[in-house]
């Protein structure tokens, strides 16, 4: 009924940029926090950023003042400024949503597909 669709992963060197966009859609009544967590091989998912709807960011303490978060709450957008990257920034990095669905009264946690994100030394 949701469906998270990301973009904007790929290949950089150290101390280079990208920027990650997610897109929501489907049976969306209001969407609460959204977010990006990441996943390297053998390591557990981490937070990356949060942003709830009201603006208020929240980032893990390894891309503090390097990343950026922003969303377009009347396109049901996020997106990730990543600024300085390192070679353990890569990862899968995966968009998430809490959506309260249409015809419901409680919220539901969405996940992306993933898109890699990888930084060469």
């Known amino acids: 009924q949701v469906q998270l669709v990301e973009s904007g992963g790929g290949l950089v060197q150290s101390g280079g940029s990208l920027r990650l966009s997610c897109a929501a859609s489907g049976s969306i009544f209001s969407i609460n926090a959204m977010g990006w967590s990441r996943q390297a091989p053998g390591n557990q998912r981490e937070l990356v950023a949060d942003?709830?709807?009201?603006?208020?960011?929240k980032y893990g303490d390894s891309v503090k003042g390097r990343f950026a978060i922003s969303r377009d709450n009347a396109k049901n957008t996020v997106s990730l400024q990543m600024n300085s990257l390192k070679p353990e920034d890569t990862s899968v990095y995966y968009c998430?949503?809490?959506?309260?669905?249409?015809?419901?009264?409680?919220?539901?946690?969405?996940w992306g597909q993933g898109t890699q994100v990888t930084v060469s030394s």
């Open positions: 942003i709830t709807s009201g603006g208020r960011t």
């Open positions: 998430y949503a809490r959506v309260r669905v249409v015809g419901r009264s409680y919220e539901e946690l969405y």
